[in-house]
């Protein structure tokens, strides 16, 4: 599936801003299963820039602003080709996960800080999950759907996604499952429709470690299939937003942020 993204973002201050200094996660990631096929960021005012990819690879646009302003827009727009296929079964052993190959490896997917941290409750709901499961693979989708279900019927109203993606992880780390943080988009259509725009938000899901990084969506309870598009990885939220940085010489008034996805093939 060939998906364009728009991600639109504009900051009102309530003055003139003086200056800017930011850092943009918005250029999706290019993996064996999505390949990015065009990639433009649009910054007004005119910015200074300059990418590098951070510590867990994902691509940064570093800008600042030095002329007053009264409005940023950050436009992103990508065209990437995507082609997700269903998860193998689990194959590593609750050993392996304690052998230094995994532990130590992914080790700074093991922590357990406050935004992760799971409750004592929910910590010992898993570890009865954990427990009569043969596989942490096979107990890290039964955690997942546990997670879904006891927020689901926890709140009518929607829960934002970052708080379902933590809880998941946190979850899965407190058991000895590697779990990291992804951000991104998915068309919200189950069969979107070519050439038809469709007003979208971003998005996350998370990855646990099984001889390779399984992806699952825990606010859908599903396994992120071709309309999903990823676009950075990190611990947790902190590590992938969107856009963060400063700004001097005004306060914010307001923030606007849009998302359309188009199936384009």
């Not at 003086?18 to 096929?37: F, K, M």
């Not at 006891?150 to 499952?177: K, M, N, T």
């Not at 859908?220 to 999903?228: F, L």
């Amino acid at each position: 599936m060939q998906l364009r993204i728009t991600h639109t973002t504009t900051f009102t201050f309530d003055g003139r801003a003086q200056a800017a200094h930011q850092q943009a996660r918005l250029t999706p990631l290019t993996t064996p299963e999505q390949i990015v096929v065009h990639n433009r960021l649009e910054i007004s005012p005119k910015p200074w820039t300059y990418e590098y990819r951070d510590y867990f690879g994902s691509l940064v646009t570093a800008f600042e602003i030095s002329e007053p302003h009264e409005t940023l827009s950050i436009v992103a727009t990508s065209t990437v080709q995507t082609n997700r296929s269903p998860a193998g079964p689990p194959t590593l052993t609750w050993e392996d996960l304690e052998g230094w190959d995994v532990a130590d490896r992914w080790t700074e997917y093991l922590v357990l800080p406050e935004q992760v941290a799971p409750d004592d409750a929910l910590a010992a709901a898993v570890r009865s999950i954990a427990d009569a499961a043969a596989l942490p693979g096979e107990a890290a989708r039964a955690i997942c759907g546990h997670v879904h279900a006891e927020l689901e019927a926890e709140a009518p109203d929607p829960i934002p996604v970052s708080r379902v993606v933590h809880r998941a992880i946190g979850a899965l780390r407190s058991v000895g499952i590697p779990a990291r943080y992804v951000s991104g988009y998915f068309h919200p259509d189950t069969e979107p429709a070519v050439g038809v725009p469709a007003t979208a938000h971003a998005h996350a899901w998370l990855q646990w470690w099984d001889a390779g990084w399984h992806a699952f969506d825990p606010t859908n309870d599903s396994e992120p299939g071709d309309r999903y598009v990823s676009v950075a990885t990190g611990r947790d939220y902190l590590d992938v937003k969107p856009v963060s940085g400063i700004f001097a010489g005004a306060a914010l008034e307001s923030l606007a942020v849009g998302v359309e996805i188009v199936r384009l093939a």
